[in-house]
């Protein structure tokens, strides 16, 4: 059975934990929603479990047909990163719904406000 390395398995370490720590660091100063930092820190939290359970990398890339583990890695990154980016467009959309409706809404208060007849303020017309 293949095993990662002992400086390899160090390094990867380091960098997963530093990217945990990144990630904690940009939620603390309110730069990272809290709405993403759990997509985010699940991909630190898979960098520190592929490391620690490579044997499981080792079964996924038999299992699927791979030669190599990193041809997996690769293929993981690439869904994880078509996911990120379907959710990422879902978010566009929806903000681009609401800045249309308040655009049209301010619009609309921006008319009435200008306008002086009593056909834009029913609220103001007189009693008959």
């Known amino acids: 059975?293949?095993?990662?390395?002992?400086?390899?398995f160090i390094a990867s370490i380091i960098i997963a934990i530093a990217l945990l720590a990144l990630i904690i660091r940009l939620v603390q100063k309110g730069r990272l929603d809290i709405a993403y930092c759990w997509v985010w820190l699940g991909i630190?939290?898979?960098?520190?479990?592929?490391?620690v359970r490579y044997e499981w990398l080792l079964a996924?890339?038999?299992?699927?047909?791979?030669?190599?583990?990193?041809?997996?890695?690769?293929l993981i990154?690439?869904?994880?990163?078509?996911?990120?980016?379907?959710?990422?467009?879902?978010?566009i959309s929806q903000h681009r719904r609401q800045i249309k409706k308040l655009s049209q809404e301010v619009a609309l208060l921006r008319g009435a406000a200008t306008d002086p007849s009593p056909a834009a303020h029913p609220s103001a017309a007189p009693d008959s």
């Open 60 to 74: 996924l890339s038999d299992l699927i047909g791979v030669v190599t583990t990193t041809t997996t890695l690769f």
């Open 1 to 8: 059975m293949i095993m990662i390395q002992p400086r390899q």
């Open 44 to 51: 630190g939290l898979s960098a520190i479990l592929v490391v």
């Open 77 to 91: 990154a690439f869904f994880v990163l078509l996911l990120m980016t379907l959710q990422f467009s879902l978010v």
